[in-house]
């Protein structure tokens, strides 16, 4: 099952759904405010107001679903979560319509502008919700005839884990359970389902095409657990994990079918879907319009730079981003062409590499500047914890192996451990760093990300970037 191809079935409903309610609401209208109707053919011809609002509408209605979050996980959303998200944005559509066309028509009265907000409403929650519910029923049927499944495999072989099988196999009717991962000798379950071990894992995963894996351990220890979870994300399948006392009471375990014992999520984002989705929107259009504004600005510093010393005035260097996949982050260079030598060394305040611009660049977080090109790539967010390079991940993970949380979102080019710590001149600095960003991960809202950026631009203005 190709999700990309059931999302654009999602999309193509929602539009479809939209150019027939419009037909209907113009016809309307026409029929109810215009007394020319019964003179002429013009109820077949609408003129060009109306031409252009049927282009335009549908594409509104897309947006709108959009930043409600309806498209980022229509497949996971239950029906009473499907009911509730049509209704919102077929009224805040509905309602943005009503308020635009209450400025520029001529007012008949104003029942007649409510009873056609009402109509609009009703005409298009039907139709949205009825292409909806046609495409998501046939989906549930393929998961239940097993025509599509999510190939599962659980990591453990204890009790736990024959626990979460027993639950998957009766109720989870999305899932197909291949089998179980032994991480030590001792095991409960049918021998004959354990699949091999963590040494085997990636033979496993590519023959059985796995999708979703969890973990499900006895009283494993933090490092084991995150070791495991880190050793997961390479391969870009669902993880999760059974909650410890502390996912418990942190709010971090969520329960998605009431059937199933609360599983924590490492790669769904603990925002809601609309916060998500307008996260994302926002992070578009503010990238876009600082890029375009600054631009004169940013030639200025690139002609500083390469008269200040030998070199591009670009750095690109390979960074870790969501789900643990690789990037090119894009800065203004502060240093000496070659300043590392090809071995990771961290910079300081002091740090004799960098060049007389750099300073400048640096305090005021000016070399920063080039990455909403990454932000708007897709590769950053405005707000989230900032990405490291490999070396350096490696090193974090033996002191603190839940730095792999920081996988399940976008890294950001700033968020509150930079804030707190600033520039992290050593692996302690990056570990007391990773602990605020982990409660900035169990935090997260759009509230939160602009208290972030208010206090990134006071310490900008103020000159505190070093």
């Not at 391969?235 to 599983?263: C, K």
């Not at 929107?281 to 375009?292: E, G």
């Not at 300073?359 to 950053?380: A, S």
């Not at 989230?384 to 390079?389: I, K, Q, S, V, W």
Request: hydrophobic content about 45%.
């Amino acid at each position: 099952m190709d999700k990309n191809k059931l999302i654009f079935r999602y999309l193509f409903a929602d539009m479809l759904a939209s150019l027939i309610v419009w037909a209907f609401f113009v016809a309307f209208r026409i029929i109810i405010n215009d007394v020319q109707i019964f003179e002429g053919i013009r109820f077949l011809i609408p003129n060009y107001d109306y031409l252009a609002s049927l282009v335009c509408f549908p594409f509104y209605c897309l947006f709108i679903h959009y930043i409600c979050g309806y498209y980022l996980n229509p497949i996971k959303k239950s029906q009473v979560t499907e009911v509730f998200s049509t209704f919102v944005s077929t009224g805040i559509i509905s309602l943005s319509i009503f308020l635009v066309r209450m400025f520029r028509d001529v007012a008949v009265s104003l029942e007649y502008f409510y009873f056609s907000l009402i109509v609009l409403f009703i005409l298009l929650f039907i139709f949205t919700f009825t292409f909806r519910t046609y495409i998501s029923s046939q989906v549930r049927r393929n998961y239940k005839q097993k025509k599509w499944t999510i190939n599962t495999i659980i990591i453990g072989t204890g009790t736990n884990a024959l626990r979460i099988a027993a639950e998957f196999e009766k109720y989870a009717h999305q899932n197909t359970l291949i089998g179980f991962i032994s991480i030590d000798k001792r095991a409960v379950v049918p021998p004959q389902q354990v699949l091999g071990t963590m040494n085997q894992l990636p033979s496993i995963i590519e023959k059985y095409n796995i999708e979703e894996a969890v973990v499900a351990l006895d009283n494993a220890d933090e490092y084991q657990l995150f070791s495991i979870i880190n050793s997961l994300y390479k391969f870009n399948i669902d993880i999760q994990f059974t909650p410890r006392l502390y996912e418990i009471l942190t709010g971090s375990a969520r329960i998605n079918r009431l059937e199933i014992s609360p599983l924590v999520s490492i790669t769904d984002s603990s925002m809601a879907d609309w916060q998500a989705s307008v996260k994302r929107f926002s992070d578009i259009i503010i990238s876009l319009i600082t890029l375009v504004a600054l631009s004169p600005f940013l030639c200025y510093f690139i002609i500083r730079i390469k008269r200040g010393s030998k070199g591009p005035a670009f750095y690109k260097q390979e960074r870790i981003g969501r789900y643990g996949k690789p990037f090119e982050i894009l800065k203004f260079r502060t240093m000496y062409l070659d300043s590392e030598k090809g071995v990771p060394s961290l910079s300081s305040a002091d740090d004799d590499r960098i060049t007389a611009v750099g300073r400048t660049l640096r305090k005021f977080r000016i070399d920063e500047i080039p990455q909403f090109w990454n932000i708007l790539k897709g590769d950053m967010s405005l707000v989230g914890p900032r990405p490291e390079r490999r070396y350096y991940i490696n090193q974090i993970i033996e002191e603190a192996p839940y730095y792999c949380l920081l996988y399940k979102i976008r890294p950001g080019l700033t968020s509150w451990g930079p804030i707190k710590i600033g520039y992290s001149d050593t692996v302690d600095k990056m570990i007391e760093r990773l602990n605020y960003d982990i409660i900035y991960l169990d935090n997260m809202s759009l509230f939160t990300d602009v208290k972030i950026l208010m206090y990134t631009l006071e310490i900008i203005f103020k000159g505190k970037g070093v």
